[in-house]
Structures are given as C-alpha cells and as structure tokens.
C-alpha cells in the first residue's frame, strides 16, 4: 500500500510539473532592428480603438524626450515613463508611452535620441494621457498567466537584469 502511494504521489508531481512548464513564461527576444513590422500589432491595436489591456506586445522607436518620474499612487509602487516614436507601416509613427515599476524592473532611465525596444502589455491611453497614442507596462518578468516575460532594451542594455525565476 505504501508503495503505491509514493508511486501515485510520484505521478501527481511530475504531472504538477510539466503542466507548469507548459504554462510557464516565455523569454522573446529583442528585435534586431526597429522597423514597422515590429510595430505592427501596436499599429492594429491602436487604430482598432482596442479598449482591453493586450499581453506581449512589442514596440520599439527613438526615445523623444528624457524619462521622468511618476510617483507611487497606492501599492502600484513608484514609475518611470519615456516617450517613444515608434514607426508604423503608414509612413507615420505612434507616440507610446513606455511605464516601468521601478520595484519590478529597476529604475530605467532612457534619454531622448537613445533607441529604445520594449515587451509588456499594451494599454489604451485615455484623454488625460494624451498626445500618447498607447501605452505599454508590465515590462518586467512575468507576473500573471498568460504573460510572457517582459523587458526594456536601451541602446543595447536589457532590464531586468538577469533571467527570470521559473514559476
């Protein structure tokens, strides 16, 4: 009896583990070069009116002016934004912001002219947002279902630094 039961135990966590290895976060690469087909779901998201908050989505552009700090509002924790011109298929560019947690992904300071790429998950801007055409946070590892592991990549600099843990 007690064999079979560490034989069923045994069972029960390898089936525990590979589920959570096929529902674990995904490490995407950054882009090697910022074009429009990078920002083509961005493009899609925005010009749809894409009321939602979407996961992994990439953006890359030029960063239009230093980042500044936001401060904290409740347990959110303190934030970083840089403004990014990122080009799309029509020729023209979408002005996004780029929100970091400074708890989560480190203060990430980016300053205007410095090529910036980032993944997280896009957001709608509301009117008080403005002129920003979208926004993407959750730049950091993973830290909901569905989710990739997102990131920021500065003028060939990655945050965060280091892997992300295996959840």
């Known amino acids: 009896m007690m064999q079979r039961r560490l034989t069923v135990l045994a069972i029960v966590a390898a089936l525990a583990i590979a589920r959570s290895r096929a529902v674990a976060a995904a490490d995407v690469p950054v882009p090697t ?6 920002n083509a779901q961005l ?4 010009t749809a009116g894409y009321p939602r908050e ?4 990439m953006v890359c552009g030029t960063v239009t002016r230093d980042t500044y700090y936001q401060r904290a509002y409740g347990r959110a924790g303190s934030h970083h934004v840089t403004a990014v011109e990122a080009p799309i298929a029509t020729g ?3 002005l996004v912001q780029i929100v970091t947690n400074d708890d989560l992904d480190g203060v990430i300071v980016a300053h205007a002219g410095d090529h910036l790429a980032a993944y997280g998950q ?7 947002q403005r002129p920003y055409a979208a926004g993407l946070h959750d ?3 993973s830290t909901h279902r569905g989710a990739d592991n997102g990131w920021v990549w500065i003028n060939g600099d990655r945050w965060p630094k280091g892997s992300c843990p295996f959840f």
């Open 122 to 128: 896009f957001y709608q801007t509301t009117e008080r």
């Open 33 to 38: 070069h910022c074009n429009a087909a990078v």
């Open 92 to 94: 023209g560019s979408l």
């Open 139 to 141: 730049t950091h590892c």
């Open 54 to 57: 979407r996961d992994n989505v």
């Open 43 to 46: 493009a899609e998201l925005v």
